[in-house]
């Protein structure tokens, strides 16, 4: 078998559909947002999933680990359930003043 050089195609290179700018052409150039307001406005829309009001935060949490294995074998969404047992165990606890608020008492 014979080897055959390949040559890449010449990207970039001037042709009749495409010639080459001139100085002339630079200075009579308009930005896109200009020519095509429709289509520049489209390319800005947002796409995908619109953005919560309140998006979780990551935060890096140690837990024991028969808890993750527990949660784990529960199936999918183990951590979502983590997150709604937090949020219920937060409703239930009465709310307690800060051991700051003491500590200021204290000192005046």
Same mark, same amino acid.
């Given at each position: ?8 195609? @010449? ?8 010639? @080459? ?5 630079? +200075? /009579? %150039?308009?930005?896109?947002? @200009? &020519? ?5 406005? %489209? %390319?800005? +829309? ?6 919560? @009001?309140?998006?979780? /935060?990551? &935060?890096?949490? +140690? =837990? ?9 074998? /529960?199936? *999918?969404?183990? /951590?979502?359930?983590?997150?709604? =047992?937090? &949020? ?5 606890? *009465?709310?307690?003043?800060?051991? +700051? ?6 000192? %005046?």
């Amino acid at each position: 078998m014979a080897k055959r050089k390949i040559t890449p195609p @010449e990207y970039g290179t001037p042709d009749e559909e495409s010639p @080459e700018w001139t100085l002339a052409d630079f +200075r /009579q %150039a308009r930005p896109f947002k @200009e &020519v095509f307001p429709d289509l520049y406005g %489209a %390319a800005l +829309r947002v796409r995908g999933r619109p953005r919560k @009001e309140n998006p979780k /935060q990551h &935060v890096s949490l +140690r =837990l024991d680990p028969k808890v993750i294995a527990g949660f784990k074998a /529960q199936g *999918p969404g183990w /951590q979502g359930r983590i997150n709604d =047992l937090l &949020v219920k165990a937060l409703a239930r606890t *009465p709310k307690k003043k800060s051991m +700051r608020v003491t500590r200021d008492k204290r000192a %005046a």
